[in-house]
C-alpha cells in the first residue's frame, strides 16, 4: 500500500490527531510561501492539503513545486476541479460528493480525470466528501449546485458517511465550508465516529486550539484548518509542537 493513507490509518490505530494545513492557491501569495511553511513546520500539522473552490489553471503546479522545497510534510492535493492536479503533489483525494445529488461531482469530474491522472504517479485516495449545512451559502454549494444535509439531520449524515463505507471509500470528509461560522458539531462527530470504521476527516471554520481539540475529542482523525490561519499567522502560535 502506499505511504500517504498507510501512514494515516497507522496514526488512526494509535490515536494519534493529524492536522492538514489547507492552502488555496487562489489566495495565497507565492512571495510569502517559505515564511508560511516554515511557521507550518514548527507547527503540529502533519500534512499539507493544496486546493479551492476556484483556482485558475496552472496556479496549483506552481505552488506545489515551491512548497516542496520548504517542507517534508506530505502534500495532499484537495481539488476542486481536475486543472488542480498536479504531478508534484503526493498523494490526491479523490472527492465524491456523496451529500449532492449533482452526477458531475458524483462520477462524472472522476472519469474525465482519469486521462490526466495516468500520467501522474500521485497516490489516489478514495474519499466520501460530504457537505454539512453550517448557516450560509458556501462556495462549495454554489460550484457544485448542491445542497448540504442539514445539521440536523444527523441520521442522513451518519448514513452517507456509512454508504460511501460501503462503496469502499478510504477516507470521509465531513465539510462546513471554508470559513464556515459554526464548524460540525461535536454532536455530529461523535455519531458519525460511532459507525464508521475508516478514517474521519473534518474541516471548516476551526478557529482555535479548542475547537481543533473539541473536533479530535469527538473523534476526527484529521482535521484541516485553512481560512483562520490564511487570515491570521499567529493562530500558528497556539499550534506550536510544544505547546500540545
Ligand atoms: C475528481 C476530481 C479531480 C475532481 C472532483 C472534485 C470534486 C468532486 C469536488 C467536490 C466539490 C468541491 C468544489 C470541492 C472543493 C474542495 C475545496 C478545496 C474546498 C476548499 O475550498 P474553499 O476554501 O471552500 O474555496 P474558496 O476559499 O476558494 O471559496
Ligand atoms: O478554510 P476553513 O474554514 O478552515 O475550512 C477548511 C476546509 O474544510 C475547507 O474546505
Ligand atoms: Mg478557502
Redo the contacts with the bound molecule.
Keep these: 500500500m502506499s505511504s500517504v493513507y498507510k501512514d494515516i490509518l497507522d496514526s488512526k490505530a494509535k490515536n494519534e490527531k493529524l492536522l492538514a494545513v ?1 492552502i ?1 492557491p ?2 495565497f501569495s507565492l512571495g510569502n510561501a517559505s515564511s508560511f511553511i516554515e511557521k507550518v513546520n514548527q507547527s503540529i500539522a502533519t500534512h499539507v ?7 485558475s489553471e496552472g496556479e496549483t503546479d506552481e505552488l506545489v513545486s515551491k512548497i516542496k522545497k520548504h517542507t517534508n510534510l506530505p502534500i495532499v ?6 486543472s ?2 498536479t504531478n508534484k503533489a503526493d498523494a ?1 483525494l ?4 456523496i451529500s ?1 445529488r449533482n452526477p ?3 462520477i462524472g ?2 472519469v ?2 482519469v486521462s ?2 495516468k500520467s501522474t504517479r500521485l497516490e489516489i485516495i478514495s474519499t466520501g ?1 460530504i ?1 454539512i449545512e453550517s448557516g450560509k451559502e ?3 454549494e454554489k ?2 449546485n ?1 445542497k448540504p444535509i442539514a445539521r440536523k439531520n444527523i441520521q442522513k449524515i451518519v448514513d452517507s458517511s456509512i454508504a460511501g463505507q460501503h462503496l469502499g471509500m478510504k477516507l470521509m470528509y465531513l ?1 462546513a ?3 464556515a461560522t459554526e464548524p460540525i458539531s461535536v454532536d455530529i462527530i461523535n455519531n458519525v465516529k460511532q459507525e464508521l470504521n475508516i478514517p474521519l476527516i473534518v ?2 471554520g476551526i478557529r482555535s486550539k479548542a475547537e481543533l481539540e473539541n473536533a479530535f475529542n469527538a473523534g476526527a482523525d484529521i482535521v484541516v484548518i ?2 483562520a490561519l ?1 487570515l491570521d499567522e499567529s493562530f500558528f502560535d497556539a499550534l506550536k509542537k510544544d505547546k500540545i
Design positions: 489547507l488555496d487562489d489566495k492539503f493544496i486546493g479551492g473552490s476556484i483556482v492535493l484537495f481539488p476542486g476541479d481536475i488542480q492536479i490526491l479523490f472527492l465524491s460528493l449532492g458531475d461531482y458524483l469530474k472522476h474525465e480525470a490526466k491522472l466528501y457537505l458556501t462556495a462549495i460550484v457544485t448542491t465539510e465550508g471554508s470559513g474541516g471548516g485553512g481560512t490564511e
